[in-house]
């Protein structure tokens, strides 16, 4: 091996390290570990560069904007307190009905955005209820990771595919994934209502104290509501559409997202764009310009090569493989920067004589979308939800997590292996 490749593992290797420790955040460590590469000239700028996929940072920018906007209606909140009705109160039901949201949100806004409306909400209705909000807040986490399986847009790993392989536009991953993702959730319902239901009970006033809100009030501006809809409708249509009409995912979430600043006028564009977790995007970035060293290095290729003969160049094998170890590796490390390396290396397997590549596609999306139930660190959504549990006074501990969170994360796995088996290698 070159002594430039072996550079450039060392540098991914010890990223990575400082990016699981946690000590230091993500963020800051993915650009030194980019900058590095660049450094020490494993690869040149330009070529850096040349890695970074514009059209994932580009869709995930618009999204933000166009969801921070609708959440200042206060439709999410109206959403959740609505359901809460329907369901009269009972907090079992109630926890079935916020699941549900979080996984249909999580498939059209993604699942970071989609916790992060839905979590407080749902410490107003648990504190309405004087229950135990971590229930709520468990299945919440493992619905948006599987919510945002069944779409382009619902969660970066598939954002990530979506944008590197041309051929795969919004509906292929709605016609190919949202199936097997609905079948998980018709599956997880019961159990969810199994593990918690004991926990969550409640006396009879307090539920008619829900019952007693009236969440016309909790819309805040029904001008903006009016356009944020439009305009949100009108991007899930581009996304629909995108290859037809010869445009990236990018652009559609990006002209959705200024034409609703168009609309809402400039006072709402500072506060907008402040909105957007740049933290996020400068992740993407300097993990691309991380991987570009393994790619221009040849270590991908040497992977794959490795892959390929571990599977016997059986596209069976090599789908199990990749489902399998995207799903472990994606519940105990952060599924982006994993799927950033994967990657390359099944676009290497094509180039080594596997030409189906679809299945590797699925199995990869499957896996690292799902795993991320298997640990709380294993996804944003996860983190993120942790985080705001610990700031009202509920920590999640993380074997307190992993005890419900990997079993559920293997069966939808298992159900996943099934699936892909009997649709695409049958």
């Keep these: 091996m070159e002594q430039q490749a072996i550079w450039a593992i060392g540098i991914f290797l010890l990223t990575y390290g400082f990016i699981i420790a946690e000590k230091i955040h993500r963020t800051i460590v993915a650009m030194l570990g980019g900058i590095l590469m660049i450094g ?7 070529t850096a560069l040349h890695h970074i996929d514009f059209n994932t940072l580009g869709l995930l920018i618009g999204m933000m904007i166009i969801v921070s906007i609708t ?5 999410f909140k109206y959403i959740a307190v609505r359901a809460a009705k329907k369901a009269n109160g009972s907090p079992v039901r109630i926890l079935v009905s916020l699941a549900l949201i979080t996984a249909f949100g999580s498939a059209f806004l993604d699942n970071v955005t989609t916790v992060l409306l839905m979590v407080p909400v749902t410490f107003s209705i648990t504190r309405a209820l004087q229950i135990n909000p971590l229930p709520f807040l468990l299945t919440q986490i493992m619905a948006a990771n599987i919510g945002g399986t069944a779409t382009l847009i619902g969660d970066p790993p598939n954002i990530m595919i979506g944008s590197a392989v041309e051929e795969l536009g ?5 016609i190919h ?6 079948i998980i959730m018709i599956v997880f319902i019961p159990l969810f209502i199994l593990l918690f239901r004991k926990g969550i009970q409640t006396r009879d006033e307090l539920k008619r104290g829900i019952m007693d809100i009236n969440e ?3 819309i805040s501006d029904p001008k903006l509501l009016r356009k944020s809809l439009s305009v949100l409708g009108l991007t899930i249509i581009g996304f629909f559409l995108h290859q037809t009409l010869h445009l990236e995912s990018a652009t559609v979430a990006l002209a959705g997202a200024f034409l609703l600043l168009l609309l809402t006028g400039e006072h709402m ?6 909105r957007v977790e ?3 995007i400068f992740f993407f970035v300097g993990l691309f310009a991380l991987v570009s060293g393994l790619v221009e290095t040849g270590v991908i290729a040497e992977l794959a090569e490795k892959a390929m003969e571990l599977t016997g160049g059986e596209l069976v094998a090599a789908s199990m493989l990749i489902l399998w170890l995207s799903a472990i590796a994606s519940a105990f490390l952060d599924n982006i920067p994993f799927v950033a390396t994967m990657i390359p290396l099944i676009q290497e397997m094509g180039n080594m004589g596997l030409s189906n590549l679809e299945p ?3 199995s990869l999306a499957l896996g690292a979308c799902l795993g991320g139930n298997g640990s709380l660190i294993g996804a944003s959504a996860n983190l993120i939800v942790a985080g705001m549990a610990s700031k009202e006074g509920y920590p999640i501990r993380f074997v307190t997590y992993l005890k419900y969170g990997f079993p559920l994360m293997l069966l939808s796995v298992a159900i996943s292996s099934v699936y892909i088996y009997l649709r695409y290698l049958v």
């Design 360 to 362: 590797l596609w699925w």
């Design 216 to 218: 016309k009030e909790l």
């Design 40 to 46: 020490f000239g494993i690869v040149d700028q330009e």
């Design 278 to 280: 740049w933290a996020t």
């Design 170 to 174: 919004f509906m292929d991953f709605i």
């Design 177 to 182: 994934l949202a199936p097997v993702a609905a």
């Design 71 to 75: 959440a200042d209606t206060g439709l």
């Design 269 to 274: 564009m500072e506060e907008a764009l402040s």
